[in-house]
């Protein structure tokens, strides 16, 4: 079993639709989590951040982290043409020197107009 | 607020030359370092990381290496690039232990 596994996607959407991104994991160790949204050929850029359990929102983001399931999510409400990107989910666990971060392979979404 | 910036952008080169990676950052002291590669529609793998100057941990060994000769510059570097080197690199920070990763733009690096 892959310790990070993402829905491989492609998903398209049409405008002002919802989209639910999901990763599950395996070890129970991660304590932090992450979602990162990657435009064609640009590195990675951080959405959300979260500790432990429970929801987080920013704007039309909301990040779940439901650890007793070992299952995070991402929604994007309304969403828009311009959030036609891959989205990776990413964990950390803290460890005595540096952070171990895993991530999952990125689900590619596109919002058509 | 902080910035790393990463260079070149996109980097073609034969088979057998060498390679220079650099990244820095600004805005921060002490962070962690990061490599990754990331390959087409696979995931981001780890290079090497590091947590101090002169403090390098490499993840996978492969034909490259990496060097912090400077709080704020990490830089990966190969003698001989081989095809199986191209891949979009991309560098990254994060304060030590508590904070997410930050990664610069990426260089699309073409071994031909």
């Known amino acids: 079993q892959k310790e990070v596994e993402q829905d491989p996607g492609p998903l398209s959407v049409p405008e002002g639709a919802i989209v639910s991104l999901n990763c599950t994991y395996s070890n129970s160790a991660f304590q932090y989590f992450m979602w990162y949204r990657q435009y064609s050929r640009k590195g990675p850029e951080l959405l959300m951040y979260t500790y432990s359990s429970g929801n987080k929102e920013d704007g039309r983001f909301t990040a779940q982290v439901d650890k007793s399931s070992k299952y995070i999510s991402l929604f994007i409400r309304d969403s828009q043409p311009s959030d036609s990107a891959t989205y990776l989910c990413a964990m950390s666990a803290k460890v005595l020197r540096g952070q171990n971060f895993v991530f999952g392979p990125g689900t590619r979404l596109s919002v058509l107009p | 607020s902080q910035t790393i910036h990463q260079w070149p952008a996109t980097l073609v080169q034969p088979v057998g030359s060498p390679l220079s990676l650099e990244c820095t950052v600004e805005g921060t002291s002490n962070p962690n370092l990061y490599w990754y590669r990331q390959a087409a529609g696979r995931g981001l793998q780890l290079l090497f990381y590091s947590v101090g100057i002169g403090q390098i941990s490499s993840e996978v060994p492969q034909n490259l290496s990496a060097s912090r000769p400077q709080d704020r510059q990490f830089i990966l570097s190969s003698k001989k690039l081989l095809l199986s080197d191209s891949g979009f690199y991309l560098c990254?920070?994060?304060?030590?232990?508590?904070?997410?990763?930050?990664f610069g733009n990426g260089t699309r690096l073409t071994v031909t």
């Open positions: 990254a920070w994060s304060v030590r232990g508590v904070e997410p990763l930050h």
